[in-house]
Each structure stands twice: as structure tokens, then as C-alpha cells.
Nanobody, 119 residues
Framework: QVQLVESGGGLVQPGESLRLSCAAS????????MSWYRQAPGKEREFVAR????????NYADSVKGRFTISRSNAKNTMYLQMNSLKPEDTAVYYC????????????WGQGTQVTVSS
């Protein structure tokens, strides 16, 4: 069974950094593009970053460009999100997502990890 487990969230002050990890199992990790999404209280889930299966192509939401970096290790079946210069508006539950060739509705999701940015 597909399993995606996020970790690395926590409470940090504005301007600090955090690195999230997504450990994947139950599928061929190296063949699937991966994404990070986040959901803040009272808001819709929003796209944060995406990385191609090999890792050569990335894209980011405008709100995180220049601050966040998505990466992956296919050897470790793990995806990462390095978050620098964190802002209070980055506070959200961050979710790992694996794309599916079966269609958008068949994407797989992790349980999420809480990131809180507050002084």
C-alpha cells in the first residue's frame, strides 16, 4: 500500500528555517512526480512546490519562490522541502503528494505535518 509520511514540522520564529521530509513506500518512487501542498486554518489547500520524477524540473508557488527549495533522493525514497526565511503566513499543515498516471483524483497524500511560525 502507498504510504507517505511527513516529518520535520514544528514551531519556529519568523526568519528561521525548517526542513520537511516525506518518506515514501509502497510504490516506485523514482517514477512519480512529487509535490508539497499546505493548508492554513480557514483556507483551501494550496500548491507549494513540485518536483519531477528525476528531479530536473521544479516549480513553486509565487509566495515561496526564493525562500523554499524542493528536492528529492530517489535512492532514499524521500522528498524534502527546505524552508528559509519563514513568515507567519507560512503557518499551515504541510502535505506530501505523489502524482498518479491514473488521474488527478488518484493522487496519494500523506497525513501532514504542522508548521507554525510565530514570535
Amino acid at each position: 500500500q502507498v504510504q507517505l509520511v511527513e516529518s520535520g514540522g514544528g514551531l519556529v520564529q519568523p526568519g528561521e528555517s525548517l526542513r520537511l521530509s516525506c518518506a515514501a513506500s509502497g510504490f516506485s518512487f523514482s517514477t512519480r512526480a512529487m509535490s508539497w501542498y499546505r493548508q492554513a486554518p480557514g483556507k483551501e489547500r494550496e500548491f507549494v512546490a513540485r518536483i519531477s520524477s528525476v528531479g530536473g524540473v521544479t516549480n513553486y508557488a509565487d509566495s515561496v519562490k526564493g525562500r523554499f527549495t524542493i528536492s528529492r533522493s530517489n535512492a532514499k525514497n524521500t522528498m524534502y522541502l527546505q524552508m528559509n526565511s519563514l513568515k507567519p503566513e507560512d503557518t499551515a499543515v504541510y502535505y506530501c503528494c505523489a502524482s498518479s498516471s491514473r488521474g488527478l483524483n488518484y493522487a496519494d497524500w500523506g497525513q501532514g505535518t504542522q508548521v507554525t511560525v510565530s514570535s
